[in-house]
């Protein structure tokens, strides 16, 4: 047989192009609930409320993508809302000192942001080096940091709410609500954070890495890969992360206090696994976090607009979402390694 009628023989006949359901599955929800909230009332897709929607989604997705490496690596970080709380308190306190020094001014603002990054890479660290080098459960050691981020904000406000002084909060103010070519500048920061995501993710060695550790930390580690090194980094991305969304979160109320990003641990997770990234680890997709945060805020914004179910029951929701999006993802496993008979 001739090469080129070998090459026929082995050709698979072409048949109709197919849907991978379960990329497009976040996708094809998201697509459900815009029809649903729209039937339902048609403001849902009035111009201000999709800015106002989009704009809420900003925060918890930013988290969310940094969320993506923890979890794709075997993690899980349930400090996030808590962190944040403390480095909003600490900005604001920062920014307060920093005025009486420098005045009202914008490098009092950056003094703060500044700060912020520092805080959130190093509580990043500490969750990553007290995982790695201390030989603690992620699971433990995020819990205990979760209690001492709120505990202090709580102390630093002395069990009230910590405000940015208001001239201060004036100049601020355009981070969260400014736009740019009608872009709110809250969504700018997202849409970037996610790119820089989805390369880091899918084209770099470190996403990789992330994937085979969260598959298999043993092999990763006989493999030459730096284990420690890079699951260290996930939690500082997952800081950095955190700091970025509490910048531009501050300016929104201009206070913080102990009530400050409660349950937000949860809606990243959420919002992580229902856009396919496996809760076990060895498999992430940023792409399907975006939609992910999105849908959240979505129902969120459904529950607002109607009174169908109470907007108090959105907590409810999300852990229901979650249960259902993990039961999912354990059926899909078990389906693969079922033998074929």
């Avoid at 809760?279 to 945060?293: D, Q």
């Avoid at 959105?314 to 079922?338: C, D, E, F, M, P």
């Amino acid at each position: 047989m001739s090469d080129l009628a070998r090459e026929t023989s082995q050709m698979k006949p072409a048949g109709k192009p197919r849907i991978d359901l379960k990329t497009a599955g976040p996708l094809i929800a998201l697509i459900i609930l815009v029809i649903i909230g729209y039937s339902l009332n048609p403001l849902f897709l009035s111009e201000g409320n999709i800015s106002n929607l989009l704009t809420r989604s900003a925060f918890i997705g930013i988290i969310a993508v940094g969320a993506t490496f923890v979890i794709t690596a075997g993690g899980i970080d349930l400090s996030v809302g808590s962190m944040a709380a403390f480095i909003a308190g600490m900005m604001i306190i920062i920014m307060n000192a920093a005025a009486d020094t420098f005045g009202v001014s914008l490098t009092t603002v950056l003094i703060g942001a500044g700060c912020s990054v520092i805080l959130g890479i190093g509580a990043g660290f500490i969750n990553g080096f007290m995982t790695t080098k201390g030989k603690i459960e992620a699971f433990i050691v995020t819990l205990g940091t979760m209690g001492i981020y709120r505990s202090l904000v709580t102390y630093f406000a002395n069990g009230g709410t910590l405000s940015l002084q208001s001239p201060v909060r004036d100049i601020y103010r355009p981070v969260y609500y400014d736009s740019v070519l009608g872009v709110p500048i809250p969504v700018l920061v997202f849409v970037l954070v996610a790119i820089a995501g989805w390369v880091l993710m899918n084209r770099t060695a470190f996403g990789r890495y992330c994937m085979a550790i969260g598959s298999n930390e043993a092999v990763a580690r006989y493999s030459a890969i730096k284990v420690d090194r890079i699951k260290t980094i996930t939690y500082v991305l997952q800081g950095l992360c955190v700091s970025l969304a509490t910048i531009i979160y501050v300016p929104r109320l201009g206070s913080a206090s102990s009530a400050t990003g409660v349950l937000w641990e949860l809606e990243a997770i959420a919002a992580v696994i229902i856009g396919g990234t496996m809760l076990k680890g060895g498999f992430g997709r940023v792409g399907g976090t975006v939609i992910g945060a999105l849908i959240l805020t979505a129902i969120a914004n459904i529950l607002n607009l109607t009174d169908i179910i109470s907007n108090y029951l959105n907590g409810t929701v999300q852990g229901v979402i979650i249960i259902v999006a993990v039961y999912l993802q354990r059926a899909n496993i078990s389906a693969r390694r079922k033998p074929k008979t």
